[in-house]
């Protein structure tokens, strides 16, 4: 009878192996807010190009603790939006993308900033995929770069505003 207690002993010991390691995972729930300034000079009848990129980085806030232990992120929620703007309320984006480092999450064509700051417009990434490639970069390198690319057109005067990227994510700690 002692063996057969012994056997089933060992036996709930091998099979909650896995149950251990799942135990030990730490789920973190952190947010991520980064915003690029923009500052827009009058650009005449010809649009002008721009290349502007900022850095988000997974060490800082909740996490910064546990960078060295990340072993997956999920991202559950991400946003952008145009904030802070004066000037010329006519300027516009003729051709934009923004991109966390190459995986494009927004195109805007003809786009006016001004409407979009004035009506608080949030543009909310769903694209599963897209959110996949994007945590997998930040747990390759725990930083992604965000890139506003484009030409911008401002014909009667300057043009300043912020890009606001806000992003809620759960890491996985081992």
């Given at each position: 009878m002692?063996?057969?207690?012994h056997?089933?002993?060992?036996?709930?010991i091998?099979?909650?192996?896995?149950?251990?390691?799942?135990?030990?995972?730490l789920?973190?729930?952190?947010?991520?807010?980064?915003?690029?300034?923009v500052?827009v000079?009058?650009?005449?009848?010809?649009?002008?190009?721009f290349d502007l990129?900022?850095t988000?980085n997974?060490?800082?806030?909740d996490?910064?603790?546990?960078k060295?232990?990340?072993s997956?992120v999920?991202?559950n929620?991400?946003t952008y939006?145009?904030?802070?703007?004066?000037?010329?309320t006519?300027?516009?984006?003729?051709?934009g993308t923004?991109k966390?480092d190459d995986?494009?999450?927004?195109?805007m064509?003809g786009?006016?900033?001004?409407?979009?700051?004035?009506?608080?417009t949030?543009f909310e990434?769903?694209?599963?995929a897209k959110?996949?490639l994007?945590?997998s970069?930040?747990?390759?390198?725990?930083?992604?770069?965000?890139?506003?690319?484009?030409?911008?057109l401002?014909?009667?005067?300057?043009?300043?505003?912020?890009?606001?990227?806000?992003?809620?994510?759960t890491?996985?700690?081992?």
């Amino acid at each position: 009878m002692k063996k057969y207690i012994h056997l089933l002993f060992l036996s709930l010991i091998v099979s909650s192996c896995g149950s251990l390691d799942e135990l030990l995972e730490l789920k973190v729930e952190n947010s991520l807010t980064e915003s690029i300034s923009v500052s827009v000079p009058q650009t005449g009848a010809t649009a002008v190009a721009f290349d502007l990129s900022s850095t988000v980085n997974l060490n800082t806030g909740d996490l910064a603790q546990y960078k060295d232990k990340i072993s997956a992120v999920q991202i559950n929620t991400l946003t952008y939006k145009f904030i802070d703007f004066t000037g010329n309320t006519a300027g516009t984006i003729p051709s934009g993308t923004l991109k966390f480092d190459d995986v494009v999450v927004g195109e805007m064509t003809g786009f006016n900033i001004s409407a979009a700051a004035a009506a608080g417009t949030i543009f909310e990434i769903t694209d599963v995929a897209k959110l996949n490639l994007i945590a997998s970069n930040f747990v390759n390198n725990s930083e992604v770069s965000v890139k506003l690319i484009g030409t911008v057109l401002s014909e009667a005067g300057n043009m300043d505003f912020k890009v606001e990227v806000f992003m809620n994510l759960t890491a996985t700690i081992n």
